[in-house]
């Protein structure tokens, strides 16, 4: 089986200033970070600049959105190309909030990642179910329904990260269990499997989001198919040096 390197997303979402933020740039800068793990900070587009010019070069920076063609009349959106211009790597896309605040379709999304991998970002696809689809016992069919539509927009799975975030373990405290994390990875992984191919399949990383702090990061990150994680809140906190040390 493929190794995979270890994988800790940070999302800022919309929060923090140059103040706030620049104090948790200093405590990852001077951090003892484990060298085998790959570190991404999400940061707001208007501090992308600032994040990249600030944090170390051995931590990575990634904007939060983007649409889907290079420049043009689209008031308020940016591109992969600006983003790459600001000297940032990789972009998050399909997170549930862009997915169910914004309204954003599976189809754009699909469209945004091919974009984005075209111009060279790497991209951190974001996928779960809400709770009401859990409890309907739907979560396998949502879930390989959002990744089949990214799968269609995908040609080489080396700069692509899977996440998978349960709509109702974000920002609520209730993180998924180890085992029901490992369950669906699992799940994921024959998926690409049998849909993609074995190669992909062993070295994608499907990456846990959803209420993950330094208290629960171990155990999850304990699990086979649990390749690193995307963190909300707890990534504005020092506590993030914690989880992007979960398997150090
Ligand atoms: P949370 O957010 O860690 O605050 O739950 C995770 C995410 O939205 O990526």
């Known amino acids: 089986m493929a190794s995979r390197k270890f994988f800790v997303g940070g999302n800022w979402k919309m929060n923090g200033n140059k103040e706030s933020l620049g104090e948790l740039i200093s405590t990852l800068n001077t951090a003892s970070l484990h060298d085998q793990t790959e570190v991404v900070c999400g940061a707001p587009s208007i501090y992308l600049g600032f994040a990249r010019s600030s944090l170390d070069p051995r931590i990575g920076v990634a904007a939060q959105n983007c649409y889907k063609v290079a420049k043009g009349a689209f008031t308020g959106e940016i591109s992969p190309a600006m983003i790459k211009d600001c000297g940032v790597d990789w972009v998050i896309l399909g997170h549930s909030e862009r997915r169910h605040v914004f309204g954003e ?103 846990y989001g959803g209420s993950v702090t330094a208290a629960n990061c171990k155990e999850l990150a304990a699990q086979g198919d649990v390749d690193g994680f995307l963190v909300g809140g707890a990534s504005l906190k020092p506590e993030f040096v914690d989880i992007i040390n979960a398997r150090a």
């Open 105 to 207: 379709s599976d189809e754009l999304i699909g469209q945004k990642v091919a974009h984005a991998l075209e111009s060279d970002l790497g991209v951190i696809a974001c996928i779960g179910e809400k709770l009401e689809e859990r409890e309907a016992g739907t979560t396998e069919e949502v879930v390989y329904a959002q990744t089949q539509v990214i799968a269609e927009n995908v040609k080489d799975w080396s700069k692509v990260v899977l996440a998978y975030e349960p709509v109702w373990a974000i920002g609520t405290g209730k993180t998924a269990t180890p085992e029901q994390a490992q369950e669906v990875h699992e799940k994921l992984r024959a998926w690409l499997r049998a849909n993609v191919s074995g190669d992909v399949a062993d070295s994608l990383r499907i990456i």
